[in-house]
């Protein structure tokens, strides 16, 4: 599977910013699709996680409130909307997916993005 991830740019602190990310195939619904984000100089870290088939979402405590993960099984799509950005939030962002359950771990998921960079301004 293909993973493409799109819509970072640079917003203003306290903006808004929509990501994207459409796969090749069609997600089965036990698949769990995924946010990740790494900051300069730090580990990449999860961000939020969505079961495709039910549509049962996990945040990281840090976004929780702010971001809100869903996808689109018409489109294969995943996306994240992102709201009250804060300048900790400038990260490359990535998508991935875990063929085998709800996941906070990079290493349990199967297959990555190529990563969209989100810059916010302060």
């Known amino acids: 599977v293909q993973l493409q991830a799109s819509g970072g740019g640079l917003v203003q602190d306290g903006g808004s910013l929509d990501l994207s990310c459409v796969s090749s195939q069609r997600p089965y619904s036990s698949h769990v699709m995924g946010w990740f984000r790494q900051a300069p100089g730090k580990e990449r870290e999860f961000v939020a996680a969505i079961r495709w088939g039910t549509g049962r979402t996990y945040y990281a405590d840090s976004v929780q409130g702010r971001f809100t993960i869903s996808r689109d099984g018409a489109k294969n799509t995943l996306y994240l909307q992102m709201h009250s950005l804060k300048s900790e939030d400038t990260a490359v962002y990535y998508c991935?997916?875990?063929?085998?359950?709800?996941?906070?771990?990079?290493?349990?998921?199967?297959?990555w993005g190529q990563g969209t960079l989100v810059t916010v301004s302060s």
């Open positions: 991935a997916v875990a063929y085998r359950g709800l996941s906070t771990v990079e290493n349990e998921y199967n297959a």
